[in-house]
């Protein structure tokens, strides 16, 4: 089995900064991609950025230039420093791994959630 464990989520004032982090652990042969997403009340959840084992990124064009994606291959972890953090941010974030397990299994798997409230 495999966990993703999330942590880093608060309140915080517009123009501040963030920064989640996210540890898979269990029984892990190997870790392809690695990222997050969020989830909006009332929205779809919705793609932040991802990072491939390569270091490799992605990112939604609605945070480019504020957010950036970060990973720790020997500790299997996964960061995203957030900064002028707007309103709009308000959300669940989830940290999402791509993950073939020590019985050659491959799968995707979600953390559990943490909440990110940006609000004066």
């Known amino acids: 089995q495999v966990q993703l464990g999330e942590s880093g989520g608060g309140l915080v004032q517009p123009g501040g900064s963030l920064r989640l982090s996210c540890a898979a652990s269990g029984s892990i042969f190997r870790v392809y991609a690695m990222g997050w997403y969020r989830q909006a009340p009332g929205k779809e959840r919705e793609l932040v950025a991802t990072?491939?084992?390569?270091?490799?990124?992605n990112y939604a064009e609605s945070v480019k230039g504020r957010f950036t994606i970060s990973r720790d291959n020997a500790k299997i972890t996964v960061y995203l420093q957030m900064s002028s953090l707007k309103p709009e941010d308000t959300a669940v974030y989830y940290c999402?791994?791509?993950?073939?397990?020590?019985?050659?299994?491959?799968?995707?798997?979600w953390g559990q959630g943490t909440q990110v409230t940006v609000s004066s």
């Open positions: 999402n791994a791509d993950v073939v397990t020590m019985t050659q299994f491959r799968n995707e798997y």
């Open positions: 990072i491939t084992s390569g270091g490799s990124t």
